[in-house]
T-cell receptor, first 112, second 114 residues
């Protein structure tokens, strides 16, 4: 069974731009969660989508948004990028009623 | 909300020795506690998890123990090998309740020396 895939793997943007990251969950998984990983703040929960609806949200500004499609694939968007948004963005998928979350390799975003 | 503390931040052991990483959590509603291993350039990999109705769980060289009264749980790795070198994260979340939201500890850099 294929794992969680994320594209692109690396991104370089400049301040003020926006970016869209993509995540394809494990086949059959309906929940997709996004996390931000930085050396200073560690792993922090951004939001979770289940059946195209945002089910949970972390403490991030409104510049961070996401969505989920009918095939469970998910995208997250960051608008008006700031230097502090440089991070590894991780996507994790899980089955509907279980909490075992399986992570993808992440997208490394660098904001210059 | 939930807060998870993890110790130590770095751990160096000799090959064949045991390694123990400890975590404490604050939210008594948390009842699912996974452990992840993250190697350089990769996403976290689920290595073992435990639910609150169980006090201990083993999988070959890896074991996790949970003390709900004290709100702490630990990862035990026996007979460590060089390939065990990585960053390990503990996490906690309420199981069910309509969502998946893991709160992570700050990580432990484990180095297994030859």
């Amino acid at each position: 069974k294929a794992g969680v895939t994320q594209t692109p793997r690396y991104l370089i943007k400049t301040r003020g731009q926006q970016v869209t990251l993509s995540c394809s969950p494990i086949s059959g998984h309906r929940s997709v969660s996004w996390y931000q990983q930085t050396p200073g703040q560690g792993l922090q929960f951004l939001f979770e989508y289940f059946s195209e609806t945002q089910r949970n949200k972390g403490n991030f500004p409104g510049r961070f948004s996401g969505r989920q499609f009918s095939n469970s694939r998910s995208e997250m968007n960051v608008s008006t990028l700031e230097l502090g948004d440089s991070a590894l963005y991780l996507c994790a998928s899980s089955l509907a009623n279980y909490n075992e979350q399986f992570f993808g390799p992440g997208t490394r975003l660098t904001v210059l | 909300g939930e807060n998870v503390e993890q110790h130590p931040s770095t751990l160096s052991v000799q090959e064949g020795d045991s390694a123990v990483i400890k975590c404490t959590y604050s939210d008594s509603a948390s009842n699912y506690f996974p452990w992840y291993k993250q190697e350089l350039g990769k996403g976290p990999q689920l290595i073992i998890d435990i639910r609150s109705n169980v006090g201990e769980k083993k999988d070959q060289r890896i074991a996790v123990t949970l003390n709900k009264t004290a709100k702490h749980f630990s990862l035990h790795i026996t007979e460590t090998q060089p390939e065990d070198s990585a960053v390990y994260f503990c996490a906690a979340t309420p199981l069910g309740g309509g969502g998946n939201k893991l709160t992570f500890g700050t990580g432990t850099q484990l180095k297994v020396e030859l």
